[in-house]
């Protein structure tokens, strides 16, 4: 880590464990400026996830300001028009659910929609919410993590580690985030905004800040099983 600096690496306001334990999805963000050397720490710090042969197959495009400000404003009116010209540029989910999974994601949404007051079948509520999305849930910085188009599926499990050390790597600067596949059906107008080459997959939005106390969606605690739920040992003991 020889070219990560002090500057770069101010103490760190928890550690990796700490890290692990406290990121979760923040729906809501205070206003509250990041300066741009705290966001450059974030991904000098998750530029040391592993990669095949390190190769290194992702690219990050960061907005803040005026340039956040004008990006969502133009998705949120492409989605509030159901324009029907954007659509997503690769599957996220399966196109056919099965359980567990549907329950989860089911009730995921049920205890957010809960929190917030959003009635069930309050199709336009709904709607609203996921505009919020494109504000990056009002955080003051936002990103776009790519993948080069070339690569293949291993490149992007190598994606989702970097993906995940830059929400690591923002706990520990005190921040929280939210990982959004929700901008990859506008990857079309993000691309043409922001400059973005056909090479690049948007793969998905990132929204980075300090978390909002008072918002009620932010009381959302998610479970998770149990490790005898998912992992099998074949150990024998000595």
Not at 34 to 49: F, V, W
Not at 104 to 129: E, N, P, S, W
């Amino acid at each position: 880590m020889s070219h990560l600096t002090n500057d770069v690496l101010p103490p760190a306001q928890c550690d990796v464990f700490e890290a692990m334990a406290t990121r979760r999805a923040v729906r809501a963000f205070l206003p509250t400026p990041i300066p741009r050397s705290t966001i450059e720490g974030i991904l000098a710090l998750a530029s040391r996830a592993p990669s095949g042969s390190n190769i290194q197959p992702w690219k990050v495009w960061v907005v803040a300001g005026e340039a956040k400000r004008r990006l969502s404003e133009k998705i949120l009116a492409a989605h509030e028009a159901d324009d029907p010209a954007y659509a997503e540029e690769y599957h996220y989910y399966p196109r056919q659910w099965a359980e567990p999974y549907l329950s989860r994601r089911r009730k995921l949404g049920k205890d957010l929609y809960g929190l917030v007051g959003i009635a069930k079948g309050d199709t336009a509520a709904m709607k609203r919410q996921q505009g919020r999305n494109y504000l990056f849930f009002g955080a003051p910085v936002g990103m776009f993590v790519t993948i080069d188009r070339q690569m293949e599926q291993g490149s992007w499990y190598d994606t989702g580690t970097f993906l995940m050390s830059i929400l690591l790597a923002a706990r520990g600067f005190g921040l929280h985030s939210c990982p959004q596949q929700a901008f990859t059906r506008y990857n079309r107008l993000i691309r043409t905004e922001l400059g973005i080459p056909d090479s690049q997959v948007i793969a998905c939005g990132v929204a980075i800040g300090h978390e909002d106390p008072e918002a009620p969606e932010n009381r959302l605690a998610t479970e998770r099983e149990p490790v005898s739920a998912f992992a099998t040992f074949l150990w024998d003991e000595a």
